[in-house]
């Protein structure tokens, strides 16, 4: 069952069974280190599949291991976390949830980032390759984590004892949806995924009344100030040919009209390739909070709070062509295309660079394909919605079928002898 | 004891009295229309003084009426309301008490505009003018009302039918703690206190990965330009002899930083003396508030919602005369000065304006006296503690004994017949 | 002939007579300190009526002195000079003048401030004084100033020994026309016009080319940032019941699109009404624009020189009231009017307190009568050409009757003994 | 003399002959179309080389041709003008020179952008060409360029029929000075500089005086807020992970701070190697530039002109390749780089295309050789003064050494036929 032929069926099989488990996730996304509904889904399918589960590594996350013969260690991995985000899609599995936020905020959720795929779609490659293990040997490790959405979901687990717990592995694959024509595998070899840089930025002002502002200092025009400044850090400081996003993704002041704030808190995220650029954002940041403090006489210093930090996320180039000659296998080469860098971060490279293993990690195409390829033509892929966007909905098909079909050729690749021949 | 010289150590003998139920006003805020606690410690209290009491007119509002003979009839009004706003005054009797305001988000509460003040003054005032009942005649009402903070109090208690339920008075007194010297009385004749018009604007961005800010329209800068843009109304299209205030007080976009949100709210406050000011004010706000998201290439035009109008408070000059005579004898006459126009807005006066009849509202210092002088000399009055401030703080004393006396003199100087020929 | 009903008909006359000069001097238009035209068309006038004349006093100055019997010393004044701005009025009699600025750059030149109204109305005044000088008294002294445009031509006067060469007057009297409907005058007793302070600022940037922006310093940036952030000094800093204007009038960077300059040049005004107004803005200023070359990362500190320094121009009470009679008696109450405080300025008050004497300096009305109507009743005072616009423009009638016979009354005030009684 | 073994020390010895001239060109630098001096010192050495030589073509442009029997043509061309730059650089030979520009004003010049080695080094490789013209076979044409800087001199001489005066080329070589370290080749295949688009906008306000700008529309203000968004293009518009800057390089507003001008007019440079990001900075530059005006409710729509469109210059990847072979025989396989694509135009690539051969354009370095490691090491690049900086000075030695010795051996490559087989 495991030659390239009959994966795709197969994997088409078990999409089709498992849509409802999709939109049931979807209608009940679960912010980060809160995903207690979907780890126990995941938890209860691997058992049932026949995998030893251990629950709660990292708070929420879940890893089941098959020992399947002698052979290599594989870990697959899906994030399971959704976001604070209100659903536009209109869809009728869209969510209407709410939850509470770590800051003890309510908001609404959303899978605005397509976790929701990754989870059945790790789900699905589990029962296909329990389905075919007496084509390969050796164990597989499917792994669930928690809070990828800054949190420090890998992080968590690594902490936790995760390779104490189950084996190590010979290899890390994972996948993301991505607004990509569905259908399309994107594997890029090397640096890939951007580094993250996050920060909580506290600009102090002195509150008043709303018609004295002579008497106060305002955060809202100093906040306003930060942010047209900064965009001057990727406009002015960083060289065209380089690459750097400094997005300020929260900006909250004020209660109330009338009153003067006391201060505005920023959310900041920075995103960069190499050291020197990351760097260099960061000390302009830096550099431009404080004068603008300065300029608004402030009466006191701004705080700037590191709350995230991730590396660029690097696929190993050897392993890269060998499961990307895997994938062209089974889904024909014209399907597997190279994306480039994205600016996107993942802390997926954490869980190959602890276990000190190759990883392989691509993007799985989720867009309609006719919509994708009217936009590439016309170079206003804008028009398409993006992760975390309020309006993101993956179509259904081929994206789940592809994406277990990725997942378990990518394993198999690793685990099925007769494969190996042909690399 | 209605004499000049009985007034002041009666009214202190009673702000003594009242100086835990002013501090226990001060430790338990209420937000708008939430004023349930203090409306019933108000109520008991007029009960217990002999008043006729009415509550909830305008929902929490309350008024007694003590008909003590023939004569004129008299509204002394205080606000009960108080901000959300976080309390930093490290008073022992500091508020910690939060509330969910009316968009259903929790938040901290203080007495930050002094309307604790405002209460117990006039409920001392009462107390005294019980007192001496003897000494005067006619009809006395004490009006406590809620949401002044732009939550359209008076409105609320006119369209509820105030003065079908109460006599008409023939004037209308009240008084503002303010940032004055304690011990000092601030009075205006004329238009004393501006126009406000409140908005609740909201900048349509497109949502996305904060990573990708080239597939987004981002709300977060598009509300930075806009504040900054509308910092020129005042600085550029309004004469520098005019009078204009426009406030951003609140600015909220985004819930993650590595989400770039899809819309941002701001709220504006402007303040106006006169009518074609504050129509340029509009016009202006609203045309940079367009082309800002235009500027940004906004997928919806942006929605301005006027929230809030109040009218110019007009204190009658030939009434204002009169009592600050009445003051100058009971405080002396350097006590009492005139602090000019404040920006500050206040619906007081639609309750005269309804009732066909004059009003007199003036300021009650509540600043320590000493501090007062130095910001005063020094022109450094941003040193003060401003009304909306999580600094502000008035000083106990002389502050009530002063806004007892002061809403007692003015009283008698329509009750009191053997005041008249002084006059 | 200088009772009442007499001088209006001879102004007329003279102001008929001299609308050729005033269309020649408007058409020819000399900046600061260049004045050599206009001061002999000046000097040449006064010695034909009689004067005796001195010129050269502060450069390009000329001051005539008719002697005429005991009584009084009077000075009347009137400023020469012209702005470098390109005429775009379409008048027939409009400049198409350059000359070469203090800079060395070539400008164009144009009377937008209406001087060559000034200049012509104190020639028709002479005459008319001159023409009746049987009926007065004293000394009348005509005074033609240099350089009023920011360029300390008062001061260079004084400087120049102006009153060991003229005689010390007992009164400074003059007037500027502006945008009132023609046939007005427009006196506020009082502080009247603003304080005036004018800065140069460099900002440094670090030069490279236009494409590589990340090895420079960008200077056209920082100085678009420090405008921006300098509008909320009047919008956030001073109150709104202040008066305070702070412009940049000029911004200046950079000579090709593909290169990045080193520096930007800023020139700013500063108009207040007080001490404590002026230090704030002033500071304010300062602390800003360090501020914002810090956000740069400026290589050097930003040089803030004071190019200016112009006092409040305060009228005397008594001589505005006594002068403002003389005004009811020939022009009938209702044209003489009270405009409040403007914000332009005027050196013209240096003159007066360098003499130790009262000053009274009023608005002529210049604008067509029916326009400025139109623009009061509807608060859009903006539809009209103010002073140092391009499409500055007085109607020659009323305005040079009225502004002939306005001097002349005003010095007849003081020098014409059958007035007295009437005062 | 032409193996390998001879270029360098013939180039020393000529380019120690010229380093004179070198200083001499770089203290009398002029604009673009008025390199009379600069044209007549070429034309003059050329002639004495033994070269035919045309002049005048597109103004300033001069060719020479030498003919040296059958085999093919290469064209090696050197830009002459320099920039209204004013030189800080303190060296001996600093230019002091200024002229009058295409807009009438009187500007600085200087050679910020090494022409003048261009220059120079072409001189050079003419000599050493023509000194071993036995060794090689073919034609050889020099050619030296006016206007490069924004000027359209390369499209000026093929409109003024340039390859009909001299015969159209096999191949097109050229070279442009960089902060490299001096010694260092930096060559690229592919695109290697960036398209340029600039434009000239003008945003009109309403002019007016300084203290009332309630009456004006303020240009200086909205060039401000114009560039401030402008700068959002880059930071949010434009992916990380793709090329565009976009500078402003000149803004100029107003001609006193006490008047309120009526317009002010921006120079912006864009940079771009793709059609698709090309049109969407223009296309989102345009509208801000409308909707800032429309923020500030300006009287007139924005003018904005495209003033100069430079296409991506790219180097033939063949014809690279084997220019890059000859560079490593001569200078060594280390001291040829690849510098990855640079934001920089050039309109070289306009003679190639109009010609229809190959182009090999390379970077030349100029930087003193440890400042360029110190900076490199440390990612600060910025250290170093980059080309159109006011301290833009490449170091003689060894870069004019290697300039002439770089056009010889890449003519060389094509004309000595000796050199063939190594390739």
């Known amino acids: 069952m495991s030659n390239p032929e009959t994966v795709l069926p197969e994997a088409a099989r078990i999409a089709a069974e498992l849509a409802p488990t999709y939109r049931d996730l979807h209608k009940h996304p679960e912010l980060a280190f809160q995903e207690f509904r979907t780890a126990g889904l995941a938890a209860r399918t691997l058992m049932d599949l026949g995998f030893e589960v251990t629950e709660g590594i990292g708070q929420t996350g879940v890893v089941g291991v098959l020992s399947n013969g002698d052979g290599p260690t594989v870990l697959l991995r899906a994030d399971m976390d959704a976001l604070p985000v209100e659903e536009r899609t209109g869809l009728d599995y869209a969510s209407t949830d709410r939850a509470t936020d770590a800051s003890g905020a309510d908001v609404p959720v959303m899978h605005a980032c397509g976790h929701d795929v990754h989870v059945t779609a790790l789900l699905g490659a589990a029962e296909l390759l329990v389905g075919c293990r007496d084509d390969w040997s050796g164990t597989l490790i499917a792994l669930f984590q928690p809070a990828e959405e800054g949190g420090g979901g890998a992080q968590a687990m690594i902490d936790d004892a995760l390779f104490e717990k189950v084996p190590r592995p010979d290899v890390v694959l994972g996948q993301h949806v991505a607004p990509l024509g569905a259908g399309l595998i994107g594997l890029h070899p090397g640096p890939a995924f ?92 830096t550099r431009i909070v404080h004068a603008e403090a300065q300029a608004s006489g402030s009466p006191r210093e701004p705080e700037i709070v590191a709350t995230e930090s991730f590396p660029v996320l690097v696929n190993d180039p050897d392993a890269s062509a060998r499961t990307r000659t895997a994938f062209a296998r089974v889904f024909g080469d014209e399907q597997v295309i190279d994306p480039g860098v994205v600016t996107g971060s993942e802390d997926v490279g954490m869980l190959a660079t602890e276990a000190g293993v190759p990883l392989v990690y691509w993007l799985l195409g ?50 099925d002898e007769r494969a190996l021949p042909g690399v």
């Open 194 to 285: 951007a580094a993250t840089d996050a920060f909580e930025i506290t600009l102090h002002g002195r509150g008043g009344h709303g018609s004295r502002p002579e008497l106060t200092v305002d955060p809202v025009v100093l906040a306003a100030a930060t942010v047209m400044r900064l965009q001057t850090v990727v406009s002015r400081e960083i060289a065209g040919t380089e690459t750097a996003v400094l997005t300020v993704g929260t900006l909250h002041a004020g209660t109330k009209n009338n009153i003067i704030a006391d201060h505005a808190i920023l959310g900041v995220n920075v995103r960069s390739y190499d050291t020197v650029t990351r760097d260099r954002v960061i000390e302009s940041m």
């Open 366 to 415: 989720g867009a309609e394909l006719e919509a994708f390829q009217a936009a590439y033509a016309t170079g206003r892929l804008d028009a398409l919605p993006s992760n975390h966007s309020p309006l993101f909905a993956p179509v259904i098909e081929p994206t789940l079928t592809v994406g277990v079909a990725a997942l378990a050729t990518a394993a198999l690749e690793w685990l």
